[in-house]
């Protein structure tokens, strides 16, 4: 049986954000993750937007971390080497009934304490926004809401986290959770026991089925789908900025706002489901999406696009974001209704989390050797041409491009396949250095990216799985 002090469940971004967390102390740490990469279900599949909190509901624990974590990422993307950029939102209304709600909007946002959101009139936003319907009446400024690339975030998080000696179990599924004289002991797993002092239910979607294990789970998980359209880079109409609709009490609704890589992200709808593994995408949901931004940006082109994708965020029964830990049941903490604003906040309870286990008694000494700092894959269509000389002097295999749309490179696939927790899958490659995320969306470049995995591993090419177990990308040689 192996043995560790706390076990963390999920590997999204409130898992990952934790396990670094909890890195910066003198503690034996273990992530247990389902899939077979970091990043989860949610986490990997949402808008991609670092909110300010402006329109949490006031005084609630989501407000307070949502709130609290946005100006912690400009420190934490640096160390870490992740792309951010503030680009700032925009909120316009379009007719008389929608002008009348900015007031109690922006009083919201006050409520918040997110003082910087701003009135603007029609001529100020079309003049910062001209692809706007000149129909727009005025709206509200939020200039501290930023967009991310949430696959590297969440890798990033791990990475530093596993390099600060944190064991990840990928792969792995938890079956059950033991507990003794009132206290949790041990986390029962499809690949065999961890014994432990602590666990953490990070996890999500499911979170409500890990606390089925011990008894707390006094509320239920339904899924949440958001679908999407991903716009080619060279579409005909582009936004500068975070374009939101007048939000509703089930939906921030279907925005319009740019990538960190230069595409269009357009959506996501907002459907409730019973169905926990349904991330297809329908003819409904998509022109549903066509219909509503259209009011807004008029000339989006969704022929434009490269692909659509569906989320689904985990909507708690009864509501509202939860950190829990009990009386009867030492050991654990119950983290419960992670939605929109998960990626934003899971820096926010990660530290949250981890205050509340020193509180409770946990012995956690600070490191004296954390290594705050990672440094990411090069960036190769980003670097000057002198820059792109010298990686290839260092390492010819960046001369060698080969998904053509995003221009990834052999010596990027290798670094991603190599370095720590280094991808195992396509999707893995994909989503650590964009091979295979540009216009073809692998047609090209993903029969080479199959063969370097495999080369990389020692593996035959037919063991090379798209994501999961079970997905393997080819079936056999015909010569």
């Given at each position: 049986m192996k043995k560790t002090d706390v076990v963390i469940i999920g590997a999204g971004a409130v898992g990952s954000a934790l396990a670094r967390e909890l890195s910066k102390y003198q503690l034996d740490v273990t992530v247990v993750e389902k899939n077979a990469d970091v990043g989860g279900d949610s986490s990997k599949s949402n808008s991609a937007i670092i909110h300010t909190g402006y329109d949490a509901k006031p005084g609630t624990l989501e407000s307070e971390l949502v709130v609290a974590a946005n100006p912690m990422y400009d420190e934490i993307c640096k160390d870490l080497d992740i792309p951010f950029k503030r680009i700032g939102a925009i909120l316009p209304?379009?007719?008389?009934?929608?002008?009348e709600q900015l007031p109690?909007?922006?009083?919201?946002?006050m409520?918040?304490?997110?003082?910087?959101?701003?009135?603007?009139?029609?001529?100020?936003?079309?003049?910062?926004?001209?692809?706007?319907?000149?129909?727009?009446?005025?709206?509200?400024?939020i200039p501290r809401e930023s967009i991310i690339d949430p696959f590297l975030f969440c890798i990033a998080l791990a990475e530093n986290a596993a390099d600060n000696g944190v064991h990840f179990e990928l792969a792995t599924k938890v079956i059950g959770i033991e507990q003794k004289d009132g206290a949790v002991t041990t986390v029962k797993t499809d690949k065999g026991d961890i014994e432990c002092k602590y666990i953490i239910n990070a996890a999500g979607l499911y979170c409500d089925e890990i606390a089925s294990f011990?008894?707390?789970?006094?509320?239920?998980?339904?899924?949440?789908?958001?679908?999407?359209?991903?716009?080619d880079k060279k579409t005909s109409c582009k936004v500068n900025y975070i374009v939101l609709p007048i939000p509703t009490k089930v939906t921030k609704g279907k925005l319009m706002c740019p990538t960190m890589h230069g595409n269009m992200l357009v959506g996501p709808t907002a459907e409730d489901m019973l169905d926990k593994e349904d991330k297809s995408t329908n003819t409904e949901g998509l022109e549903s999406i066509a219909a509503d931004v259209r009011k807004m940006i008029p000339r989006v082109n969704l022929r434009d696009s490269i692909t659509q994708y569906s989320g689904l965020r985990a909507q708690r029964n009864p509501e509202g974001l939860n950190i829990d830990m009990y009386d009867d049941l030492k050991g654990y903490v119950n983290i419960s209704g992670v939605r929109s604003t998960g990626l934003t906040?899971?820096?926010a309870v990660a530290k949250y989390v981890a205050d509340l286990l020193i509180e409770s008694g946990m012995k956690a000494e600070p490191k004296t050797d954390f290594i705050k700092t990672r440094k990411g894959t090069p960036h190769f269509a980003e670097l000057s041409a002198e820059e792109k000389?010298?990686?290839?002097a260092k390492d010819a295999r960046y001369?060698?491009?080969?998904?053509?749309?995003?221009?990834i490179t052999e010596g990027q696939i290798c670094d991603a396949i190599n370095r720590t927790l280094g991808a195992r899958t396509v999707d893995g490659v994909k989503r650590r250095v964009r091979a295979g995320m540009g216009r073809c969306q692998g047609g090209f470049c993903g029969p080479r990216v199959i063969e370097i995995i495999a080369r990389?591993?020692?593996?035959?090419?037919?063991?090379?799985?798209?994501?999961?177990?079970?997905?393997?990308?080819?079936?056999?040689?015909?010569?």
């Amino acid at each position: 049986m192996k043995k560790t002090d706390v076990v963390i469940i999920g590997a999204g971004a409130v898992g990952s954000a934790l396990a670094r967390e909890l890195s910066k102390y003198q503690l034996d740490v273990t992530v247990v993750e389902k899939n077979a990469d970091v990043g989860g279900d949610s986490s990997k599949s949402n808008s991609a937007i670092i909110h300010t909190g402006y329109d949490a509901k006031p005084g609630t624990l989501e407000s307070e971390l949502v709130v609290a974590a946005n100006p912690m990422y400009d420190e934490i993307c640096k160390d870490l080497d992740i792309p951010f950029k503030r680009i700032g939102a925009i909120l316009p209304a379009f007719n008389d009934e929608q002008m009348e709600q900015l007031p109690a909007i922006k009083h919201k946002a006050m409520q918040n304490r997110v003082y910087d959101v701003e009135y603007k009139t029609a001529a100020e936003l079309l003049e910062m926004e001209p692809e706007l319907n000149p129909e727009v009446k005025g709206g509200l400024f939020i200039p501290r809401e930023s967009i991310i690339d949430p696959f590297l975030f969440c890798i990033a998080l791990a990475e530093n986290a596993a390099d600060n000696g944190v064991h990840f179990e990928l792969a792995t599924k938890v079956i059950g959770i033991e507990q003794k004289d009132g206290a949790v002991t041990t986390v029962k797993t499809d690949k065999g026991d961890i014994e432990c002092k602590y666990i953490i239910n990070a996890a999500g979607l499911y979170c409500d089925e890990i606390a089925s294990f011990v008894g707390k789970n006094d509320y239920y998980v339904t899924p949440r789908k958001g679908q999407f359209y991903i716009l080619d880079k060279k579409t005909s109409c582009k936004v500068n900025y975070i374009v939101l609709p007048i939000p509703t009490k089930v939906t921030k609704g279907k925005l319009m706002c740019p990538t960190m890589h230069g595409n269009m992200l357009v959506g996501p709808t907002a459907e409730d489901m019973l169905d926990k593994e349904d991330k297809s995408t329908n003819t409904e949901g998509l022109e549903s999406i066509a219909a509503d931004v259209r009011k807004m940006i008029p000339r989006v082109n969704l022929r434009d696009s490269i692909t659509q994708y569906s989320g689904l965020r985990a909507q708690r029964n009864p509501e509202g974001l939860n950190i829990d830990m009990y009386d009867d049941l030492k050991g654990y903490v119950n983290i419960s209704g992670v939605r929109s604003t998960g990626l934003t906040n899971s820096v926010a309870v990660a530290k949250y989390v981890a205050d509340l286990l020193i509180e409770s008694g946990m012995k956690a000494e600070p490191k004296t050797d954390f290594i705050k700092t990672r440094k990411g894959t090069p960036h190769f269509a980003e670097l000057s041409a002198e820059e792109k000389a010298e990686l290839i002097a260092k390492d010819a295999r960046y001369g060698n491009v080969i998904c053509r749309c995003e221009t990834i490179t052999e010596g990027q696939i290798c670094d991603a396949i190599n370095r720590t927790l280094g991808a195992r899958t396509v999707d893995g490659v994909k989503r650590r250095v964009r091979a295979g995320m540009g216009r073809c969306q692998g047609g090209f470049c993903g029969p080479r990216v199959i063969e370097i995995i495999a080369r990389e591993l020692g593996i035959s090419p037919d063991e090379v799985c798209k994501n999961n177990e079970g997905s393997e990308m080819l079936t056999g040689f015909v010569r």
